[in-house]
């Protein structure tokens, strides 16, 4: 049992840990050279240039100005200073209602700490449970609920502020939805016009043997939505033109390697084999090469693309819909098209930016299916992935290694390297998997069929989070694999399951208040340090960059990341509201993660963060559920822990809470979510008649005939220089409707900004939101 | 433990009680004098006026033809000799696919029968598992499962045969879904005009100072629906007037009986007491008094009806919106209207005959609150309601009497008294809460603000079967009160549970033989008797009747019941299901039930029960959700009986078979459930482009503007003789468009068709349908 002196310490320990991470951040951010790392959003919406200003070489590289060092904090205030409404302008309102996740953790646990401190600390304190039962104990549980006497009459204290805690998180929930449910239809109504506000995508169009998909599109919606329809666009399957780009891209990547290469060291040309990995081979000249591979990759490309443009193999059973008004598309989005409810499926087309292209084509049993397998895929991996980690570790021991691979053995017994295997390879499997699980849930999802990179991120979220759930919550409460748990539960009473859990809560709590420190104080102070990207940036940057173009493509501004992202802060909430009532003391150190964590994710989607898609917040209500979700665990747990207790009149008190929660989680599903489902008429045809207002000889035709075709064309195209103009589809229209999907951060790339590194700050927000506004 | 001959006797016994009851059925429906209790259905279709062919007095009373009670059991064939698209004809859909349920578990019981008969009973039978361990045992045991030694081979049989009873199973539903989901669509699709199809049920409509509820509605449809929109109909709150009318119809009985009174024996006007009950108060003539109250009511009515129409008070918040086309009406019904998502509401709306009128003008946060509050009374209702039950019961017993109401001391004292009281007393409680139950459940439903009939009898059906499934199928098997077994339960394994019921379950088989015999059997027999109509016909018949019209309004249809009949079959489907492989024996004993319901259901429907409304068989997902509910429970309790068995091995092999059966639900869910929810757009389409061609000139508007009125102003109408032709309200328009509204039963009512008693048979079918072809 930890003392508050070695909770004190730990703390102390991270703290320091932290602050160097933002010392070194603090020093690593003002060198001009690191300025695409840590500032890319700034130089992706264009307002930033390559800095040039010093004048002097060395000026180029490192910041010589040492009153920059001082102020090396000086971040988190300008962090904060950016007002939401320009912050929904400069990165998108998903990343303006994230970071509205860490807030309202802050108003949650903010009331939560001072109403627990004033009331159940000192009635925790009063008492001389532990002091009488002799066990060991320690100052932390002298300050929580074990401290109280069995069968006291003091528990009813933490029923009345268990009911305080349900009334103020549900208070706060409720408003929370309310603003960014606002949030997000004034986001809606107020935005500029879209093609995915006047389209929609149509699956499983049935096969016609008289006429091809495009046609039976046409005639089904000229015949069914007559008033309204306007133009269409069939799916083209382009995943092979894709992985041929691809491969072209990294042939490219190569040569300018090997060109600058060469450029440094003129005596000898670079060589290269042609075999596995470059290992084997004839060794040919390595420029020469891949010149004539790119120049082979480029034939194939230009012949796949006619391939794909008329093969009727490669016209996939979807299509995208555009129709005259808002009003039609919002109609046929939410209704049912045909007799048959597996064919003709209709649904919001998601932003261009946003489409998940490969999975266009599934048709409908398969995705049942897949479904199903996924949900027992995910079932085994949650509850038994520590069985082929286990077999890995058990291959990879010393005994093992030494019998499955014995040419190994001379060098295995070397010392210094066993004493190595034998402390690292136990561990490393279980590493590698966590490392890679995010990666595997993802693939699950996209295994699923979603067809929106958003909705991918939120079901890979929701899963991240069961899986914590039972592998880091309850695997650390309840000690032992997820597996023996499971073991243990079923042959245990469903009425023991809380309280064996919730008798374990209070004696966990320094372990979760050392796992806090860690992974949130720490962990979050890493994130702004941005390591990987860091090194990879400069590794290309030495390699690979030769104009101010390849510098662009270097730089890697990431995303929030979604789906690892709101399960960790998920986490956060459940043991949060947990210990609220049993533990007070933990609830200060929640508040230093959401605080901490709120300023320094707002400097990230400020100053480096490049949001791929834009999906209004769509996210909401599953962060919503996940904290109502953790809500109705802790009210459980309590009720099994009082149970234990002796307080057999408490406990009841108890029942109505998950009830209420229940109740109001309901309320909430049908007052607030379909705002972020459907899109009422009402608001459709306010905007159309606005438009129609404004630009009554708009055409929209025009606007909308080359939205939806997939970005690999494009790709394939400003790559490609033999272009084929007798197409059908027009190679120049594509370039020129590009300008007007995307939003308008590459047309402002030249723009003449100073850098604004020599103040030492990021640049002055104020200023270029001046600049930014329309 | 019942043997073979025991329950071959009480087969016996309940096959001569049936017989009874339907030879008792036969005497009784050939005697005119009840022909309008067993054929009331032909005289609501004026198919069939009061015999009247025998001439002679007594012929009118009673049968003397010899030979029609020969034929005593024709109605048999005849029940099912009319083909199914005339008996959708006749009694409407959902009564069509009410029979298919029964047909459903023919389908399904039949090959199981004989496959667990060729291959169980074998199997089971040549053991000596129960011979050696010399517990007592009868010979259904033997056949059973429970006749496999521990840990037998024998019992992949089972389990092989349990993958075959879900693969079947699965497969009859699905192929049962399909064609119901085919016949309400061609049902539709092949119906004629109907008010409903161009009209949407608006709720929640926002109140507005400047504009009454009528103008915010047409401006708001006007605005958002311009190319669609026709005209609304606002809803009134006619609850008193419905209330006044109720009280002097009543009063209007009492007058004709007293008038009859006062005929039979002219000699002394009858008097009555103004008081309570007709118990105390000032003594005055009857017919006088009643012709005065009358008088009154008729006043009332009128000023309540001026009242409703006028008052902004009695209009509530909502509307009944018809549009152009069937295609405007879906768009509006599937679409979300406005930005706050619980205004505007708005949903199909129900047949008029189906709109339950009181639940119209509930508010959405109301609602939420409703359903809580009656789903934790569902829950007490289920797990305690034999606490009251208790208390009255100790109430209710001689001492308890006797302490309470000592005045009636003297009285029970007396033996016989005290004897019948000591017998009865103690189950009456249960037996009236039971007798009550299915209409507890309909007014919790009605209290949850369920808008249409037919949603108010899902409802209750489904809460019926829950009852149900806990208080006669658990705690029969798992002896005890359920509050006995929750509490058990709540102390078990999770993993216990399917266990504990699954080893009992092989024991009660010759109990729920009987309860099959008792209840399915007899009972069904004893539902073509209509023995409480019957009496309360007559009962009415004698007191009341004068006119025609009056024997008209004594004759009690009734209707199929689907929330209490529902339940019943779905028991059959749970305990076939169950039984299928542990006790191959009873299957036989489900199959009588279902072929006899089958055939007496068919009967009552084509001559006896009149269905209030036509949902089009809405209710198949919940009959096919259900049975897919009873296969798992099947599956999770072989597991666990399995599971006891020692067979560790056949266990896990069955783990597949609900999970394969959760995917097949989902399958069915998505491809055939919208056709129960939605109105595809494709058919909409159909409909209105063939009805413009064939009536180019229809007045929709005139046809729609009245059918939504409430049936209490066309009843008050009808009733009340001061006409006031001022009202904004036409009241000869209600007559004229009730006639347009509803069905061609009245319209017919004089047809002369001659009666068909004389043939001892039911009317001729065919050629009725014949002159019923429009």
Same mark, same amino acid.
């Given at each position: ?36 790392v ?5 130089y ?10 010093? +004048?002097? =070489? ?40 994230y ?5 309202? +953790?802050?108003? &949650? ?25 002799k066990?060991t ?41 309310? *603003?960014?449910?606002k ?23 049935p ?35 894709s ?71 490669? %016209? ?7 129709f ?14 045909a ?16 489409v ?25 991996? *949650? ?14 021991? &010393?005994? +093992?290694?030494?019998?499955?691979a014995? =040419? ?39 295994f699923e069929g ?16 069961l ?32 309280? *064996? ?8 709590a ?12 720490? +962990? ?13 940036y ?11 173009k390849d510098r662009?493509?270097?730089m890697?501004?990431?995303s ?12 956060? =909430? ?36 490049n ?11 599953d ?27 408490? *406990? ?19 007052r ?20 129609r207002?404004?630009e ?38 594509w ?5 007007l999907?995307a ?24 200023? %270029? ?6």
């Open positions: 049992m930890a003392t508050l002196g070695d909770i004190g310490l730990a703390a102390a320990i991270n703290l320091i840990t932290a602050l160097i991470f933002l010392i070194a951040f603090a020093i690593l951010r003002l060198q001009p050279f690191n300025d695409r840590y500032f890319p959003k700034w992706l919406k264009g307002l930033r240039s390559s800095p040039a200003t010093s +004048g002097a =070489f060395v000026g180029k590289f490192v910041n010589l100005d040492y009153r920059s060092y001082l102020r090396f904090l000086n971040w988190m205030p300008d962090a904060l200073k950016m007002p939401e409404p320009e912050l929904i302008d400069h990165a998108g309102l998903d990343s303006a209602v970071l509205r996740i860490y807030l309202l +953790g802050l108003k &949650i646990f903010i009331p939560i700490l001072f109403a627990t401190w004033a009331i159940l600390v000192p009635v925790n304190w009063t008492n001389d449970w532990l002091e009488q039962s066990a104990y320690s100052d932390i549980d002298k300050l929580s609920i074990s401290n109280i006497p069995q069968s006291s009459h003091r528990f009813y204290a933490h029923v009345v502020m268990a009911y305080a805690v349900t009334f103020w998180t549900c208070f706060a929930l409720k408003k929370e939805y309310e *603003t960014v449910t949030m997000r239809l004034h986001f809606l109504q107020s935005e500029k016009r879209r093609p995915d506000q006047f389209t929609v995508l149509v699956k499983n169009v096969p016609d043997a008289d006429e091809s998909v495009s046609e039976a599109v046409e005639h089904f919606f000229l015949v069914n939505h007559p008033d309204h329809y306007l133009t269409h666009q069939v799916v083209l399957n382009a995943n092979k033109l992985e041929l780009v691809e491969e072209k891209k990294s042939k490219q990547n190569w040569l300018v390697y090997y060109q600058n290469k060469y450029e440094r060291k003129q005596s000898k040309r670079p060589m290269m084999k042609t075999g596995f990995l470059g290992l084997c081979g004839e060794k040919v000249d390595a420029i020469d090469h891949h010149i004539a591979e790119i120049k082979r990759l480029s034939d194939d490309i230009a012949e796949e693309k006619e391939n794909v443009k008329n093969s009727p193999k490669a %016209i996939m059973p979807a299509a995208f819909v555009s005259k008004t808002r009003w039609g598309a919002a109609v046929c989005a939410q209704t049912q098209q007799r048959n409810p597996t064919l003709w499926l209709t649904e919001w087309a998601p932003e261009p930016r946003d998940y292209w490969q999975n266009l084509a599934i048709p409908y049993v398969s995705l049942t299916v897949r479904r199903l397998l996924m949900a027992v895929a995910f079932f085994f991996l *949650t509850f038994f992935f520590i069985i082929p980690v286990a077999f890995v570790q058990s291959l990879a021991n &010393i005994e +093992g290694l030494e019998k499955n014995s =040419f190994l053995k001379p060098i295995i017994e070397i010392k210094p390297i066993k004493a190595f295997i034998q402390g690292f390879l136990p561990g490393i499997a279980l590493k590698i998997f966590l490392i890679l699980l995010p990666t595997i849930l993802m693939i699950m999802s996209k979603f067809l929106s990179i958003s909705n991918l991120e939120r079901r890979s979220a929701s899963r991240y989070y899986f914590n759930f039972f592998n880091v919550f309850l695997a650390s409460v309840v000690t032992g694999t997820v597996l023996e748990q499971l073991h243990t539960f079923l042959k245990k009473s469903v009425n023991d399951i809380p309280s *064996t859990i919730g008798v374990a809560i209070p004696m966990k320094t372990f979760f208040i050392t796992y806090i420190m860690v992974d949130g104080w720490s +962990g979050t102070a890493g994130e702004i340090l941005r390591l990987k990207p860091l090194i990879i400069h590794l290309k940057n030495f390699f690979l960059v030769k104009t101010e662009e493509e270097a890697d501004a990431g929030i990341g979604f789906n690892t992202g709101e399960p960790q802060i998920q986490l956060y =909430f459940l043991i949060g509201l947990i210990y609220a009532v049993v533990t007070p003391l933990l609830t200060p150190f929640i508040l230093v993660f959401f605080a901490f964590a709120y300023v320094v994710y707002r400097h990230q989607i400020i100053n480096v963060y949001q791929e898609y834009e999906s209004s917040a769509a996210f909401w209500p962060v919503h559920g996940r904290i109502v979700g953790a809500l109705i665990i802790s009210q459980l747990l309590l009720m099994g822990l009082l149970g234990t207790k002796g307080s057999a009149s408490a *406990t009841p008190l108890l029942l109505a809470l998950p009830i209420l929660t229940l109740g109001f989680h309901k309320y909430c599903k049908g607030f979510e379909p705002a972020f489902i459907r899109y009422p008429l009402q608001e459709a045809m306010m905007k159309d008649t606005l438009e207002a404004r009554p000889n708009l055409n929209l035709k025009g606007y909308l005939e080359n939205a939806y075709l997939p970005p690999i064309f494009k790709e394939a195209e400003s790559d490609s220089d033999d272009d084929d103009d007798d197409g059908e589809i027009s190679d120049k229209k370039a020129k409707d590009n300008v999907v939003t308008k951060r590459q047309s402002r790339k030249s723009t003449p900004v100073p850098s604004k590194i020599s103040n030492g700050s990021s640049p002055n927000l104020l200023e %270029i939101q001046e600049k930014d506004k329309p």
